[in-house]
């Protein structure tokens, strides 16, 4: 082991982190407007990457609108969810909402066992070489997948600090009765908001399968790293489930050269562990709770 061998690692963590970051994101504004974690973030991305691998089997040959319509099937999948489920148990307790979510990310993925065999699948992308630096390694797909993560969180963050619609959202998450007092119209937000999950869990979905092997179980195996992420970056905090993405990412792959990728989740769950040990908010829930 050498420090090229150690850079690739890190190199690799990044990446999935960076991918990682698009559903925790997704969860974290859920839990800030709709105060319950959706479980169904993991089968949503499932079905996303389904549905642009399926654009692309019928003929869409420029991948980037496959993208396109699995992040609009998405967006209307989750509009659905939350319209006939979600609001109607909009005054239930956290757990029933939870459970709720629960049961219909088994719905979602029994759905698609009846439309899809449980044979893997990769998208169709031609052969390309890695990029070689002093024996660093990049995929031009993987620095694709980066650039279009980090564009479109980027999009997001600035969408939420500075257009009305953000801030808006941010009113209502922070004081839901004093938004309603201030007029904000919550209903038509809130649409919003879900369709924003929709198309995070979408793009998170496309982006992992485009890294790995396509099977009806792929998103359940992210929910636990997505929701260790908001965790870890502090409950509430967009930047924090970001910044939790990235670093569970780079200490899966790191810990690969000492316990091996059988073990690389559980030394990630030992480095969000430690830090909420030292800082149980999370890295910047105190910021968040300060505020």
């Not at 600090?161 to 201030?182: F, H, K, M, Q, W």
Request: proline residues 4%; hydrophobic residues 60%; positive net charge.
């Amino acid at each position: 082991m050498n420090s090229v061998f150690f850079a690739n690692l890190v190199l690799n963590g990044l990446i999935e982190g960076m991918v990682i970051a698009l559903p925790a994101l997704a969860l974290t504004l859920v839990m800030g407007i709709s105060k319950f974690p959706n479980v169904a973030v993991g089968d949503t991305m499932t079905v996303g990457a389904y549905v642009a691998f399926g654009l692309q089997a019928a003929g869409v040959s420029w991948f980037a609108l496959a993208t396109l319509g699995a992040i609009a099937a998405c967006m209307v999948l989750s509009l659905a969810t939350y319209q006939w489920v979600f609001r109607k148990l909009s005054k239930a307790p956290m757990v029933v909402n939870l459970l709720a979510s629960v049961g219909l990310a088994f719905m979602m993925r029994s759905a698609l066992l009846l439309w899809v065999d449980s044979q893997p699948k990769t998208y169709a992308f031609p052969l390309v070489r890695a990029w070689n630096f002093h024996g660093v390694r990049l995929l031009p797909t993987d620095l694709w997948i980066v650039l279009t993560a980090g564009a479109a969180l980027l999009v997001v963050f600035a969408l939420f600090r500075y257009t009305n619609v953000g801030r808006c959202l941010r009113a209502i998450a922070d004081n839901p009765e004093l938004a309603r007092a201030s007029a904000i119209r919550s209903k038509r937000l809130t649409w919003f908001l879900w369709c924003l999950f929709g198309a995070l869990s979408a793009l998170g979905g496309v982006l992992l399968a485009a890294k790995s092997v396509l099977l009806p179980e792929f998103g359940w195996e992210f929910v636990i790293p997505a929701f260790a992420a908001v965790i870890l970056g502090g409950i509430g905090s967009p930047v924090g489930a970001v910044a939790g993405a990235v670093l569970l990412g780079v200490a899966q792959e790191v810990s690969v050269a000492f316990v091996g990728p059988s073990y690389k989740i559980t030394v990630a769950f030992l480095v969000m562990i430690v830090v909420l040990v030292i800082r149980p908010a999370g890295l910047l829930g105190l910021l968040e709770k300060a505020r």
